[in-house]
């Protein structure tokens, strides 16, 4: 519950390893006076950027990712799914050069009373090269969620630079064991993988995406080539 008793903070714990190249934050927020949040995002080396600060509008909800390359920080594109640049103070190319290992902090703050709210969901949206060969075993991604929370609904982005993409494995699996394929061996020709995983995407198709539900843990078997 966001309301101006007590600021939230919610953690996201990543065990990947790897120089950030870029970052972007998506955030959902249900609200109804946005204009009352604080929002910062505080990375595991203690650098720390203002999404989002009070006096930002009297709309409800927001539902956006946070991206340099977005369009200027404007409350009405917030209750939308659009790119929007972090208000500032700092941007997200401050993380840019830093490791993704760590604890992930997202702070809100609702400064003023009369209208509360519940942070839904928010994820780190990453470009932190990785190499997928056939030596060494399978590349293991894993992200911790401290948060006590019921999944409601959830997507896996995917972006892979690879010769051979059709000799890819990958799979997902949960904290409870659940696992599931998201993409098999497979003799289609393409030159690399751009894809949203989501329940109420289309099918799997030779051309790709595999659109599934999943939950919290990934896994991609090795290729025949290098990514």
């Given at each position: 519950l966001i309301d101006q008793t007590t600021p939230v903070t919610s953690s996201i714990n990543t065990l990947l390893t790897g120089a950030i190249r870029d970052l972007d934050v998506a955030l959902d927020i249900g609200h109804t006076w946005i204009g009352d949040l604080d929002i910062t995002v505080e990375s595991p080396a203690a650098t720390s950027i203002v999404l989002l600060s009070s006096g930002s509008g009297n709309l409800d909800d927001i539902h956006t990712t946070f991206d340099d390359e977005g369009s200027p920080s404007t409350p009405v594109l917030l209750p939308g799914s659009s790119r929007v640049q972090p208000q500032g103070p700092g941007s997200l190319a401050d993380f840019d050069g830093e490791t993704i290992d760590g604890t992930w902090n997202l702070s809100i703050t609702d400064a003023t009373s009369g209208d509360d709210g519940i942070l839904q969901s928010w994820c780190l949206d990453t470009q932190t090269p990785l190499a997928v060969s056939n030596a060494g075993g399978p590349l293991l991604i894993t992200y911790e969620v401290p948060d006590d929370i019921l999944i409601e609904d959830l997507e896996l982005h995917l972006r892979i630079e690879h010769p051979l993409p059709g000799q890819l494995q990958m799979s997902l699996s949960s904290p409870t064991g659940a696992v599931i394929t998201l993409m098999t061996v497979s003799?289609?020709?393409?030159?690399?993988?751009?894809v949203t995983f989501a329940a109420d995407g289309v099918p799997f198709d030779s051309?790709?995406?595999?659109r599934l539900e999943a939950e919290l843990k990934a896994e991609m078997a090795q290729g025949g080539g290098e990514a």
């Amino acid at each position: 519950l966001i309301d101006q008793t007590t600021p939230v903070t919610s953690s996201i714990n990543t065990l990947l390893t790897g120089a950030i190249r870029d970052l972007d934050v998506a955030l959902d927020i249900g609200h109804t006076w946005i204009g009352d949040l604080d929002i910062t995002v505080e990375s595991p080396a203690a650098t720390s950027i203002v999404l989002l600060s009070s006096g930002s509008g009297n709309l409800d909800d927001i539902h956006t990712t946070f991206d340099d390359e977005g369009s200027p920080s404007t409350p009405v594109l917030l209750p939308g799914s659009s790119r929007v640049q972090p208000q500032g103070p700092g941007s997200l190319a401050d993380f840019d050069g830093e490791t993704i290992d760590g604890t992930w902090n997202l702070s809100i703050t609702d400064a003023t009373s009369g209208d509360d709210g519940i942070l839904q969901s928010w994820c780190l949206d990453t470009q932190t090269p990785l190499a997928v060969s056939n030596a060494g075993g399978p590349l293991l991604i894993t992200y911790e969620v401290p948060d006590d929370i019921l999944i409601e609904d959830l997507e896996l982005h995917l972006r892979i630079e690879h010769p051979l993409p059709g000799q890819l494995q990958m799979s997902l699996s949960s904290p409870t064991g659940a696992v599931i394929t998201l993409m098999t061996v497979s003799p289609a020709a393409a030159t690399g993988v751009d894809v949203t995983f989501a329940a109420d995407g289309v099918p799997f198709d030779s051309a790709y995406p595999a659109r599934l539900e999943a939950e919290l843990k990934a896994e991609m078997a090795q290729g025949g080539g290098e990514a």
